[in-house]
């Protein structure tokens, strides 16, 4: 299982390390293009997601990694759980129901990395 969670780590990190990176750097009109929810929100909220979003996928790996602040992991997966949540409450709101599902992958990806990491599978 400590496989298992480390390949969901690794996999979490690369998505939202991605995604963090788009949205912490790109102009907002360029983001507009495959990212329309941007709209609704100021570019500071954006820009602020998507530093959560670098900073979580830094926190999924590092700290366990070196050994150093082991907790912080299963916190980082625990913080994209609730971006998650928020993310999929937008897209309701927006009347997106195609994007939801995408949300709810990663949450219970998330929810099971920071179950495993605080629980049976901690460090």
């Known amino acids: 299982m400590n496989v298992v969670l480390w390949v969901l780590q690794a996999l979490l990190a690369a998505v939202f390390g991605m995604a963090g990176l788009m949205k912490s750097s790109q102009p907002r009109e360029k983001l507009a293009k ?3 929810w941007v709209e609704d929100l100021s570019l500071g909220t954006v820009r602020l997601i998507g530093v959560v979003e670098l ?5 999924l790996i ?3 990694a070196t050994g150093i602040a082991v ?3 299963p916190l980082a997966a625990t913080g994209l759980a609730v971006v998650m949540i928020l993310a999929a409450i ?3 709101r927006r009347k997106e129901a ?3 599902p995408v949300n709810v ?3 219970a990806l998330a929810v099971v990395v920071a179950w495993g990491r605080f629980g049976p599978y901690s460090f």
């Open 105 to 107: 992958v990663l949450l």
């Open 98 to 100: 195609g994007s939801i």
């Open 34 to 36: 495959s990212l329309p």
């Open 71 to 73: 907790v912080l992991t």
């Open 55 to 59: 900073l979580a996928a830094l926190g």
């Open 90 to 92: 937008v897209h309701a």
């Open 62 to 64: 590092l700290p366990a």
